[in-house]
Structures are given as C-alpha cells and as structure tokens.
C-alpha cells in the first residue's frame, strides 16, 4: 500500500484546511487509517483515526471538536477536515494505515503503523 498526502499550506489562525492522503491498491477498505503530525523539534503525535468502515473514529483530545477525520472507499482516500486552526497546529501531517482494530491506547502509538504517507506542512499564522 503506498499513501500520498496531500492538501496542506498556509493558512491565518481561525481559518481551514482539508487534508486527503489517497492510497494504491485493493485493500484500503479493509485498513483502518490515521494522521499523525510532527513539529520541528517535537515527536509524531496522534491526531485521529478512522476504522476501516467509517463507524469508528480516534481524535485526540487537542483537535476534538476542530478536526473530522472521515474516508471514501471508493475513492481510497481519507480526509482530515481541519476547522479553528491555531498556531500551534503547525506540524507536518502524516497519513498511515493499520490492519488491525486498536483500542485508542495502542491506536495513539506510531509504531503500530505499517504504512506511512511522505506527509504534508501545514503552517498555521497567528
């Protein structure tokens, strides 16, 4: 499975952004997907997940309420719609992929991921 990412630029504080990371292959609906962010200086860090069927979805507790991860199988792609952006969601985003279900514990831990996207900056400007 190869993962691009793509969507990201710059943007004012309080404004939006969509990300999408669209996926090779035949078997994205069976993979449950995620985006990851990492800014200079700091480790990867979760930000949501998706099931493989959509019924299902991770955030952490700093982007509830501002990000909604969702997918089109169809299409092989899923989106982070990001809302009320602030400065400190300057990061790099990563798209990746799991096979398995994952309680929220294991689903947050980047190296259950076995595949990863090239990522996207996303520079947010106060």
């Known amino acids: 499975v190869q993962l691009q990412g793509s969507g990201g630029g710059l943007v004012q504080a309080g404004g939006s952004l969509r990300l999408s990371c669209a996926a090779s292959g035949r078997t994205f609906n069976s993979l449950a997907m995620a985006w990851f962010r990492q800014a200079p200086g700091k480790e990867r860090a979760f930000v949501a997940r998706?099931?493989?069927?959509?019924?299902?979805?991770y955030y952490t507790d700093l982007v509830k309420g501002r990000f909604t991860i969702s997918r089109d199988n169809a299409k092989n792609t899923v989106y982070l719609q990001m809302n009320s952006l602030y400065p400190e969601d300057t990061a790099v985003y990563y798209c990746?992929?799991?096979?398995?279900?994952?309680?929220?514990?294991?689903?947050?831990?980047?190296?259950?991921?076995?595949?990863w996207g090239q990522g996207t900056l996303v520079t947010v400007s106060s």
């Open positions: 998706i099931s493989w069927s959509g019924d299902s979805t």
């Open positions: 990746a992929a799991d096979r398995w279900a994952r309680n929220y514990n294991d689903a947050v831990k980047p190296e259950i991921y076995v595949y």
